[in-house]
C-alpha cells in the first residue's frame, strides 16, 4: 500500500474515533470522502495527498455554512475503498454517489441531489461502432471503475448481459482501452475527459454517439457514523434547498473545472509568440 494510503487511512481511524459534539450533543466535525478520481467534483490536492478538493467540497461546506459543523474532507484511496470506509462508518459521509438500491441498505441520501452527471461509452478514436441501445455491446469488451455505478438500469442489464472488466482508477480503464485489450470504457463524461486531459490522450478518444445516461449526484451519510442524527440530516438537506435554490452547484463546477484545466496548460512566457488560446 503507498504511504499516502496509508496515512490517510490512520488519519480516518483516528477522526473516525475523536468526534467532536457540541453541548446539544450535535457533531460540531464530520469526516468526508469520495471518488478521488472524479474531477471537477473531487480530486486529490496537489499541495496535500492526503485531502481531497472539488466543487464537491465548497458546496458541502457552503451548505453547512452557519451550523457550526466543520467538514474534514479525506482521500482515502479508490472509489471502492470510499464506499467501504462510509459502510463501516469510520467516515461520516460521501461527497458525491448515485442512488442505488445496494448503497441505500448503508447510507442516508441527502435531498436534493446537486447536480445531473452524464455518462457515456469511450471509445477509441476512429474505432467507434454501430450502436442503438445496450445491446449493441454485448459481444463487446467494456471496463469501469471497481463498485462504480450508472444507476439501478444500466448496472443491471450489465450484471446480467454485459463484459465489464472493473479495475481500481479510470486512468487503468483508459490505458486498457488505448492498448485494445477493451472495446469500450463506460464513464462519467466530464469526469473522464478530465482524465484523459490529465493524460495527454484526449485527441485518442471518441464517445460513443447516443451512448449518455444521465444520473443524478447525492451527498450520502452513512448508517455507521457516530455523527448520523436528525439534527445533521436536517442542516444537510436544509443547507442543500438553500445553496441548489441559489445556483451555487453551476457556479463551482466551473470555478473547479476551470482550476482542474489549469493544472495542464503549458506556462508561457508574457508576450511570447503562439501564446493564444485557440478554439
Same mark, same amino acid.
Given at each position: 500500500?503507498?504511504?499516502?494510503?496509508?496515512?490517510?487511512?490512520?488519519?480516518?481511524?483516528?477522526?473516525?474515533?475523536?468526534? $467532536?459534539?457540541? =453541548?446539544?450533543?450535535?457533531?460540531?466535525?464530520?469526516?468526508?470522502?469520495?471518488?478521488?478520481?472524479?474531477?471537477?467534483?473531487?480530486?486529490?490536492?496537489?499541495?496535500?495527498?492526503?485531502?481531497?478538493?472539488?466543487?464537491? $467540497?465548497?458546496?458541502?461546506?457552503? =451548505?453547512?455554512?452557519?451550523? *457550526?459543523?466543520?467538514?474534514?474532507?479525506?482521500?482515502?484511496?479508490?472509489?471502492?475503498?470510499?464506499?467501504?470506509?462510509?459502510?463501516?462508518?469510520?467516515?461520516?459521509?460521501?461527497?458525491?454517489?448515485?442512488?442505488?438500491?445496494? /448503497?441505500?441498505?448503508?447510507?442516508?441520501?441527502?435531498?436534493?441531489?446537486?447536480?445531473?452527471?452524464?455518462?457515456?461509452?469511450?471509445?477509441? !478514436?476512429?474505432?467507434?461502432?454501430?450502436? *442503438?441501445?445496450?445491446?449493441?455491446?454485448?459481444?463487446?469488451? *467494456?471496463?469501469?471503475?471497481?463498485?462504480?455505478?450508472?444507476?439501478?438500469?444500466?448496472?443491471?442489464?450489465?450484471?446480467?448481459?454485459?463484459?465489464?472488466?472493473?479495475?481500481?482508477?479510470?486512468?487503468?480503464?483508459?490505458?486498457?482501452?488505448?492498448?485494445? /485489450? $477493451?472495446?469500450?470504457?463506460?464513464?462519467? !463524461?466530464?469526469?473522464?475527459?478530465?482524465?484523459?486531459?490529465?493524460?495527454?490522450?484526449?485527441?485518442?478518444?471518441?464517445?460513443?454517439? *447516443?451512448?449518455?445516461?444521465?444520473?443524478?449526484?447525492?451527498?450520502?451519510?452513512?448508517?455507521?457514523?457516530?455523527?448520523?442524527?436528525?439534527?445533521?440530516?436536517?442542516?444537510?438537506?436544509?443547507?442543500?434547498? /438553500? $445553496?441548489?435554490?441559489?445556483?451555487?452547484?453551476?457556479?463551482?463546477?466551473?470555478?473547479? /473545472?476551470?482550476?482542474?484545466?489549469?493544472?495542464?496548460?503549458?506556462?508561457?512566457?508574457?508576450?511570447?509568440?503562439?501564446?493564444?488560446?485557440?478554439?
Amino acid at each position: 500500500m503507498k504511504r499516502w494510503a496509508k496515512s490517510s487511512l490512520a488519519a480516518v481511524m483516528l477522526l473516525g474515533t475523536s468526534h $467532536v459534539y457540541s =453541548a446539544e450533543g450535535a457533531c460540531e466535525r464530520i469526516v468526508v470522502t469520495g471518488n478521488p478520481q472524479y474531477p471537477p467534483v473531487l480530486w486529490v490536492d496537489p499541495a496535500d495527498e492526503d485531502k481531497l478538493i472539488g466543487a464537491g $467540497v465548497e458546496l458541502l461546506e457552503l =451548505a453547512l455554512e452557519g451550523t *457550526g459543523i466543520e467538514v474534514e474532507v479525506m482521500n482515502t484511496g479508490p472509489w471502492s475503498r470510499a464506499q467501504e470506509e462510509a459502510r463501516s462508518g469510520r467516515v461520516d459521509m460521501l461527497a458525491g454517489a448515485f442512488l442505488t438500491p445496494e /448503497r441505500l441498505a448503508f447510507m442516508d441520501y441527502v435531498y436534493p441531489s446537486y447536480v445531473e452527471i452524464p455518462s457515456v461509452l469511450f471509445v477509441r !478514436r476512429g474505432q467507434a461502432f454501430p450502436y *442503438g441501445g445496450w445491446d449493441d455491446l454485448q459481444s463487446k469488451r *467494456g471496463s469501469t471503475l471497481v463498485n462504480n455505478s450508472f444507476g439501478s438500469a444500466f448496472d443491471t442489464y450489465a450484471k446480467n448481459h454485459l463484459e465489464i472488466q472493473q479495475v481500481p482508477s479510470a486512468e487503468q480503464s483508459f490505458r486498457l482501452l488505448l492498448s485494445d /485489450r $477493451v472495446d469500450y470504457v463506460v464513464y462519467e !463524461r466530464y469526469q473522464g475527459l478530465a482524465v484523459a486531459e490529465k493524460l495527454g490522450i484526449t485527441d485518442e478518444l471518441d464517445v460513443l454517439e *447516443g451512448s449518455l445516461i444521465n444520473e443524478n449526484l447525492y451527498y450520502t451519510v452513512s448508517h455507521n457514523s457516530a455523527c448520523n442524527s436528525p439534527a445533521l440530516r436536517s442542516a444537510l438537506a436544509l443547507g442543500m434547498h /438553500r $445553496v441548489v435554490n441559489q445556483g451555487e452547484p453551476r457556479r463551482l463546477l466551473e470555478k473547479y /473545472r476551470n482550476q482542474w484545466a489549469s493544472q495542464f496548460m503549458p506556462e508561457t512566457t508574457e508576450g511570447e509568440p503562439g501564446t493564444e488560446p485557440s478554439e
